[in-house]
């Protein structure tokens, strides 16, 4: 594959749309419409962010028996989807710091240990180059309804048989999916 150029279509307030040309091994032009984070792309390195876009958090009870949900309403898929606490990395900020701030914002818990980190992954790779952390620990306190009037959020603690029953009947984000179904069945 040969990249041939990039298009700026449309600027959101979150996202910008791009046309991406390029030629395939058999010399067919092609383009690929793609979404990002980054709102100048003008060039192929300029596709590769240097750091992440957003956090993840994947938190366990104070005991390690249960883990963090949320049950959100997404609009994309217009249905309620399983997915962990996640948000946006605010300028400044360092990932764990945006865990702790999200984790409060979406479910009024604190996340008052950090075990482990998992480096940069891809959000969603076959349409968008928007990158996420994952900030794993343990979280305590008690549930309080979301501080974003734009999100619909009920989060939950699950222990592992409960999740091996969500999985079967419910719709997940694939991280989370993923994810659950390996700390379940462990």
Same mark, same amino acid.
């Given at each position: 594959?040969?990249?041939?150029?990039?298009?700026?279509?449309? %600027?959101?307030?979150?996202?910008?749309?791009?046309?991406?040309?390029?030629?395939?091994?058999? $010399?067919? +032009?092609?383009?690929?419409?793609?979404?990002?984070? +980054?709102?100048?792309?003008?060039?192929?390195?300029?596709?590769? !962010?240097?750091?992440?876009? %957003?956090?993840?958090?994947? %938190?366990?009870?104070?005991?390690?028996?249960?883990?963090?949900?949320?049950?959100?309403?997404?609009? %994309?898929? !217009?249905?309620?989807?399983?997915?962990?606490?996640?948000?946006?990395?605010?300028?400044?900020?360092?990932?764990?710091?945006?865990?702790?701030?999200?984790?409060?914002?979406?479910?009024?818990?604190?996340?008052?240990?950090?075990?482990?980190?998992?480096?940069?992954?891809?959000?969603?790779?076959?349409?968008?180059?928007? *990158?996420?952390?994952?900030?794993?620990?343990?979280?305590?306190?008690?549930?309080?309804?979301?501080?974003?009037?734009?999100?619909? +959020?009920?989060? $939950?603690?699950?222990?592992?048989?409960?999740?091996?029953?969500?999985?079967? *009947?419910?719709?997940?984000?694939?991280?989370?999916?993923?994810?659950?179904?390996?700390?379940?069945?462990?």
């Amino acid at each position: 594959m040969k990249f041939i150029g990039i298009e700026k279509k449309e %600027a959101g307030k979150f996202i910008t749309r791009y046309d991406v040309k390029y030629e395939t091994v058999d $010399g067919k +032009i092609k383009n690929y419409e793609m979404i990002s984070r +980054i709102p100048d792309i003008d060039s192929f390195e300029k596709l590769h !962010g240097k750091k992440a876009d %957003a956090v993840v958090i994947i %938190a366990t009870d104070e005991t390690g028996e249960k883990i963090l949900i949320d049950r959100e309403f997404r609009l %994309a898929p !217009g249905e309620w989807v399983y997915n962990f606490p996640a948000g946006l990395i605010d300028p400044g900020e360092t990932p764990e710091e945006s865990a702790v701030r999200e984790l409060r914002e979406e479910t009024g818990l604190l996340l008052y240990e950090i075990t482990d980190f998992i480096n940069t992954s891809y959000s969603a790779v076959g349409f968008s180059n928007e *990158t996420n952390v994952c900030v794993v620990g343990k979280a305590r306190g008690e549930f309080k309804e979301s501080t974003s009037t734009v999100e619909e +959020i009920e989060p $939950g603690w699950y222990t592992k048989k409960e999740v091996l029953e969500l999985l079967k *009947t419910e719709k997940f984000a694939a991280r989370t999916q993923a994810f659950c179904y390996n700390w379940a069945r462990m």
